[in-house]
């Protein structure tokens, strides 16, 4: 006899299962892309997959876990035969393939930020371009490598690097547009607006960012973390310890200014000093971010301090310097700019102590000979800060540093004049104006842009000092030095094709020096000179200032 099936509401009919299925899948679709996103963000060694990779290497990768280390080999030797041909974009995509795969390998993101930065870069001849470029070799650096290799100081002396010398220096003939950028990016997040940032001297409210009282702040702050990695409390320790200075009338000041791009790069040495310092297998590594650290704070005392032109009172770019030739720091003659640096006397005794302790964590704890090393450059750094105090007429302040560098370093002062060994340099003895003139040839001769515009400025600085306190003779002794420095300078790099290299036109240094003074020499100061050159009270110079010799 049969038997009829029982029907029961527990079996479901399969076209009903199916649709389960389909919805099951299509959820699953939807977050694990989020899954992905918070398994990088919370696990160090979370690979991400390969993106934009060939089907074929992505199958590969994936089939062949274990064999990851071999494929990422051979991409490698790809990407060095890449660049030894000078396939830049190319190389690009096979470096990221290789930071995908082994993301933990510290040299993969050096190499791949410097193709970014450096390579590409130069191959586009557009500024805003060139920016992007030397942008993403950052982020890579701060964003990535950081996250996957947090203990590896290469990381954080790459970093370092790019904001000291990239966009630091004078080295590529766009680098006043990337200063520019970056001055605005942190303007955005770290004031209300320019007028703030430039009454603060480029200083923070620390503690405004450690604990926003506004929402306004608070949303300032969570970009400046999100975006620039920036952490306000260990912003705030780097500007204690680097940048806090009290002055020889006993004033206290905050030294550094975060929107010059030499104290980002201290900000991230001195991370990579906090993070690697239980990294022992690294010390090679790490005398190269202790190197950075006293080279940029050298650098902020040299051309750490802005100077915004009064006409404009901002730091955009303005046609304000219309008939003056190239513009200062070597941009192409066409670009027009409202800002300039000059060098940042406030933070020399920060600077002098950074040497010495750079010194003494390499003498005490790896006992290195640093004579020829570090010890040369604080030689060299003290020497730059005599001539700074001399040509802004602050003799006692060179004087101090002329005696505590000969202290410090005897033997290398047996050949200068007026220093006798055993005897040093004597206050009432010392001949400061032979003393810092004692290499003036060698330096018209040799010397290159920077030290030129550094000795253009101190002579017009002397020169005009002197017009205030009615010493018409020695302004003029000092006119007649820099138009022989400008004019030397000018023939010998006449035909040279690059505009870094070119110098402003002679009127223009003397608006450019005229506003400094007038603007940071203090109200005495700068009505003795207003009256000297012909300015009324209050009037800034124009394109011409009077009584500049011309």
Known sequence: MKTKRAKTLDSLPKPVLLGFIIVLVALAFVVQERLNTQRGELSN????????????LVLTTQ?????????????WLRANEAQLDKRYQEQMQLSQWVSQLQP??????????WNMSYNLSVKYPDQETRWKY???????????????CPQEPLIYHELAWIFQHKIGHNMDDHHRFYKQQWMNNMTAVLWENQEEAQALRGVPNFDALINPPTPEIAERVSDLRKIYKLDPREMKAVAMKYGRSTLPNGDVVDALDWRIPETHSI????????RCANNPSRESAMRKVERIIYQSMMYAFERGKLVVDPATGNLGF????????????????????????IPNLDITE???????????????????????????????FMRRAINWFFYYHREDEAIKWLEICANRYPEKFVYYPGYTPGDGFKKGKVNLDEFVFYKYEDDLKRGNYEKTVGLIRGLLIRHFLFLAEGDEVEGQKYYDKFKDVHTRYVNRFKNAAANRVRLLGREAFEVMVLTDLLANEGPVRAAQLRTAIGLAADEWPKHSPPGSGQ
Do not use: C
């Open 45 to 56: 060694a979370y690979l991400e997959p390969l993106q934009n990779a060939p089907p074929m």
């Open 63 to 75: 089939a062949l876990s274990g064999f990851r280390g071999i494929i990422s080999s051979y991409l």
């Open 104 to 113: 933990t390998v510290p040299t993969v993101w050096v190499n791949h930020a």
């Open 134 to 148: 030397v942008q993403e070799g950052v982020r890579l650096l701060r964003d990535e490598g950081i996250k996957y």
């Open 267 to 274: 900000y991230w040495a001195h991370m990579g000093l906090k």
């Open 318 to 341: 303005q046609d304000v310097t219309k008939g003056m030739g190239a513009i200062a720091g070597g941009a192409s003659p066409d670009l027009k700019a409202s800002w300039w640096t």
């Open 350 to 380: 920060n600077t002098h102590a950074a040497y010495i302790e750079m010194v003494k964590r390499a003498n005490e704890v790896r006992g290195e000979d640093t004579y020829s090393t570090f010890e040369t450059a604080h030689f060299n």
